[in-house]
């Protein structure tokens, strides 16, 4: 593929993203979809206000509220990613975009750009009130600023691509609880509830190989207080490991996501779309 044509197919990738964030934000029921859920999270926090983590003076709702921002992050980029990829599989999005030339390059920045404009703007939902409502929960300092910003880009780059082979794998939007049940398991056992130095140790070494524990680390250490660490694992925020894991994570999304996605592609056509419907109606 000539420079040109990579450069073309960009430049339509992202005015296709551009589109799709401002409808979107026109449709009533995408717009309810953002609100509902950091409302349902910001209550559950919200409630957990009052209590205290055993032993310690910290706040039990501040610390779930910054769990929560990572737990929200790997939900868009993990399940929405995965069921917004099945939808377009379904109606023939998706077979539109390979029919035009370049198009799933641009598509797939298309993609990109809306779930992380989705993520951003849940992340906001959550982010605002909370520093305004929880004691300790706050962005003070270059540090805070920092450690937000690369968390949210490489917790994006490592499950985003994730949730694309997840969609190219599965064959229906009906078969996503594949992905929920697990995903849901994995939410409650990653610390983003309760502390993971309360867990049994096999528990806590289950959590850290799954990027969810360190996307709700990470977001603990950008928002609370470094006394608060003294109830994590080894008593630290943990940086290094944290950009660790979630750079492998990274790596091994990218690197599967465009070969499992161009297999996926290649095996896309009317009959089978027309298969899949007919299967969906019996």
Same mark, same amino acid.
């Given at each position: 593929?000539?420079?040109?044509?990579?450069?073309?197919a960009?430049?339509?990738?992202?005015?296709?993203?551009?589109?799709?964030?401002?409808?979107?934000?026109?449709?009533?029921?995408?717009?309810?979809?953002?609100?509902?859920?950091?409302?349902?999270?910001?209550?559950?926090?919200?409630v957990?206000?009052?209590?205290?983590?055993?032993?310690?003076?910290?706040?039990?709702?501040?610390?779930?509220?910054?769990?929560?921002?990572?737990?929200?992050?790997?939900?868009?980029?993990?399940? %929405?990613?995965?069921?917004n990829?099945?939808?377009?599989?379904?109606?023939?999005?998706?077979?539109? %975009?390979?029919?035009?030339?370049?198009?799933?390059?641009?598509?797939? =920045?298309?993609?990109?750009?809306?779930?992380?404009?989705?993520?951003?703007?849940?992340t906001?939902?959550l982010?605002?009130?909370?520093?305004?409502?929880?004691?300790?929960?706050?962005?003070?300092?270059?540090?805070?600023?920092?450690?937000?910003?690369?968390?949210?880009?490489?917790?994006?780059?490592?499950?985003m691509?994730?949730?694309?082979?997840?969609?190219?794998?599965?064959?229906?939007?009906?078969? =996503?609880?594949?992905?929920?049940?697990?995903?849901?398991?994995?939410?409650?056992?990653?610390?983003?509830?309760?502390?993971?130095?309360?867990?049994?140790?096999?528990?806590?070494?289950?959590?850290?190989?799954?990027?969810?524990?360190?996307?709700?680390?990470?977001?603990?250490?950008?928002?609370?207080?470094?006394?608060?660490?003294?109830?994590?694992?080894?008593?630290?925020?943990?940086?290094?490991?944290?950009?660790?894991?979630?750079?492998?994570?990274?790596? =091994?999304?990218?690197?599967?996501?465009?070969?499992?996605?161009?297999?996926?592609?290649?095996?896309?056509?009317?009959?089978?779309?027309?298969?899949?419907?007919?299967?969906?109606?019996?």
């Amino acid at each position: 593929m000539s420079v040109t044509a990579t450069a073309t197919a960009v430049r339509s990738g992202m005015a296709a993203g551009r589109l799709e964030i401002r409808q979107s934000l026109g449709n009533v029921q995408d717009v309810v979809g953002m609100l509902f859920i950091p409302t349902v999270l910001f209550v559950v926090a919200f409630v957990r206000r009052g209590s205290d983590i055993g032993g310690t003076n910290f706040s039990l709702g501040s610390t779930t509220l910054a769990g929560l921002l990572g737990m929200t992050l790997a939900f868009n980029g993990l399940q %929405a990613v995965a069921f917004n990829l099945l939808m377009e599989r379904e109606d023939g999005t998706l077979l539109r %975009a390979k029919a035009a030339p370049n198009g799933m390059i641009a598509y797939l =920045i298309s993609k990109i750009i809306h779930s992380a404009a989705t993520t951003l703007i849940t992340t906001a939902l959550l982010l605002v009130p909370g520093v305004l409502l929880f004691d300790g929960v706050s962005l003070d300092g270059v540090g805070s600023w920092f450690t937000l910003a690369w968390v949210l880009v490489l917790g994006m780059l490592a499950t985003m691509p994730i949730g694309a082979v997840l969609g190219s794998v599965l064959t229906s939007p009906r078969n =996503i609880g594949v992905v929920m049940f697990p995903l849901l398991a994995l939410f409650g056992i990653s610390g983003i509830f309760f502390p993971m130095t309360e867990a049994p140790e096999w528990l806590q070494w289950t959590a850290q190989v799954f990027p969810v524990y360190w996307l709700g680390l990470g977001m603990r250490a950008a928002l609370l207080p470094d006394a608060f660490a003294t109830v994590e694992i080894e008593h630290s925020w943990r940086y290094a490991e944290t950009f660790g894991v979630l750079g492998a994570w990274a790596v =091994i999304g990218l690197s599967l996501a465009p070969v499992v996605l161009r297999r996926m592609a290649r095996k896309e056509s009317g009959s089978a779309i027309a298969e899949r419907q007919k299967a969906a109606m019996q």
